[in-house]
């Protein structure tokens, strides 16, 4: 019985390393999506008409709870219509 006992933890601790190594790397946003929600956080709100800050607001908010993999294609446009434009990048799909 101990030997069965020691053999499954054994078991289940190597199923667990490779189950974490899985979840490192799904955390891990890519680097160009990390540099593109950077540069939508860095919006100058002042050069925003009031109309859309609140929506720009809340994608933003989105983004920090949830991650910029939650965002729509629509909200993508939407957020990459204010970058400046030496910084603009084609909205990924």
């Known amino acids: ?10 078991f289940l601790r190597w199923l667990e390393r490779g189950r974490t190594r899985f979840q490192r790397k799904v955390a891990a946003a890519p680097p160009e999506a990390s ?3 950077a540069r939508w956080k860095a919006i100058d709100m002042t050069t925003i008409h009031e109309a859309n800050r609140d929506e720009v607001n809340r994608i933003l908010d989105k983004i920090s709870a949830q991650g910029i993999g939650s965002l729509t294609p629509q909200e993508r446009l939407f957020l990459s219509n204010f970058v ?4 603009r990048m084609p909205p990924a799909s």
């Open 84 to 87: 400046p434009m030496d910084d």
């Open 1 to 10: 019985h101990l030997g069965g006992y020691v053999g499954a933890w054994l």
């Open 35 to 37: 540099a593109r929600a």
